[in-house]
């Protein structure tokens, strides 16, 4: 199945830097985003975007994780030259990535 | 209430300031191909004005080449998988050192509508210069503050 379909993501930006979170609909699926959303598959899956580093962040009281991806925007929002300078719409391509269903969710 | 243990640090010698500078210039060019092999077309589009970009040694030092519907969001490799659309819209943008050089860019999207591929439409073009910003440190005595009233 597709991550979106257990969860939503927002993006935000600084500079050079994007930030992407990935927040479960269902606290039950926080196993499944920490052990397959790795900052590997991430940095995999932006190959082309993403020219610097992944970092991920956990947040377990929210079922959340965090990706800081750095050299993400194009030299940044004021400079630009990409249609999406903010990066918003990474978090679609992120929601694109395959997961492996757990035992409860086939 | 009371509140007790305050206490504080010296004031910092310098100021934070956000300067807004002419960074650049962005010249960019769009035009729509449709129909049966639109796809091939844009893609064709893009190889001619990176061509005659290159040629006509139009100078910038950055440049992207891409078509909206397929890979304009998240470059070639993320969207390899992308199915065949009706149309497709050729973008090419580019970072220059002058106003000149920005018009260059449009200009060459823009003569695909006689010196393209078939039926290239609704081109486009724009120019524009670049106000980028840079976190800088200047020293407190430098910045004067000062209060200047306007009446209507």
Sequence with gaps: MKLREIAHSRTGDKGNTSNISVIAYDARHYPLLLAQVTRERVKAHFAGVVEGDVVRYELPNLAALNFVMTQALGGGVTRSLALDAHGKSLSSALLDLDIEPGSDDK | MRVCGGRGNKRTDTLKVSV???????????????GPGALARGRLALEIVRERLKLTGVAASELRFELVGIDSLHGA????GANEPYEVRVRVSGRTENWREAVRIGNEVETL??????????????????????????PRELARPQIRFVGA
């Design chain 2, 20 to 34: 807004g500078y002419v960074d650049s210039y962005i010249g960019e060019g769009q035009i729509s191909y449709a």
């Design chain 2, 77 to 80: 490799q993320v969207s390899a």
């Design chain 2, 113 to 138: 509508y006689t010196n393209g591929p078939a039926a290239g439409g609704g081109a486009w073009k724009s120019a524009r210069d670049v106000v980028a910003v840079a976190s800088v440190l200047l």
